[in-house]
């Protein structure tokens, strides 16, 4: 379990950074199945590395993903972020290609979505590792950082906190801080789930939807395949419980 420490962190800051939370046999687990699905949905060919390949689902698609979802060191720590009652909201898979610019995840400012990165390829400073700009998940900043990050300055000289990982870290991110890659290998691997707090308005139900629709658009848009539904039955009939209760509004919203 997390401290109080690095849960105020996180709120103030925007990301968490924790180091070494699973050990190599078991990235050398978590690479394989990784590797394994993004290559089947290219139907083996090479990786072309001409544009980013993302694959929507995989967490729902391959078991040992599923059960990292329901892993105490991920499941325990995003509970004590979002607090009880959060909810599943997608995962992806991507093979990423050149540099990232300066963005969030989408500006949901009201009902603050959480991804959780799991690189499998070393990243640092020179080599395309994650930079963040600590507190831009709020206001006033989120919105006093968007002309600079869309300026013509060099990306690498916007103020930022390079965080540098090696597989088996995990970073805990608000979707809205302001992030970016620089200098990175083409085809370098990003597992990521994503989870969202208890809905507790139709507001963020119909946020919840839109994200739904945009997991859809980007099946259609970044995938090899496209299977034309967000879940699989296997995820949103788990029989393992923190599976079902976080699958539970979108079984409610007869969403798949």
């Not at 898979?93 to 990232?100: A, E, P, Q």
């Not at 300066?102 to 400073?125: C, E, F, S």
């Not at 997991?215 to 090899?224: C, F, P, S």
């Amino acid at each position: 379990m997390i401290t109080q420490d690095q849960k105020s962190f996180f709120h103030t800051f925007g990301y968490l950074f924790l180091p070494r939370l699973f050990n190599e046999e078991e990235m050398a687990v978590i690479s394989e199945r990784f590797d394994h699905w993004l290559d089947a949905e290219r139907d083996d060919a090479p990786f072309p590395g001409e544009s980013r390949q993302s694959l929507y689902s995989i967490a729902e698609l391959e078991p040992r993903f599923t059960d990292l979802v329901a892993d105490d060191r991920i499941y325990n720590t995003v509970e004590a972020l979002l607090g009880e009652g959060f909810l599943w909201l997608c995962s992806e898979g991507n093979l990423h290609v050149g540099d990232t610019q300066w963005h969030p995840d989408g500006t949901r400012l009201n009902y603050r979505p959480m991804k959780v990165h799991l690189y499998l390829d070393p990243l640092t400073a020179d080599a395309g590792c994650l930079r963040v700009i600590p507190g831009s998940h709020r206001l006033p900043y989120h919105d006093d950082v968007r002309p600079i990050a869309q300026s013509d300055r060099p990306g690498t000289e916007i103020p930022s906190c390079l965080v540098e990982s090696k597989p088996g870290d995990v970073l805990f991110a608000d979707m809205n801080t302001w992030h970016a890659s620089f200098g990175g290998h083409v085809g370098r691997r990003q597992l990521a789930l994503n989870f969202v707090p208890e809905p507790t308005s139709e507001v963020h139900v119909q946020m919840m939807k839109d994200n739904y629709d945009g997991v859809l658009r980007n099946i259609e848009n970044l995938q090899y395949s496209q299977p034309g539904r967000a879940f699989t039955d296997a995820f949103l009939q788990s029989e393992n419980p923190r599976i079902s209760r976080l699958a539970s509004k979108w079984v409610e919203l007869g969403l798949e």
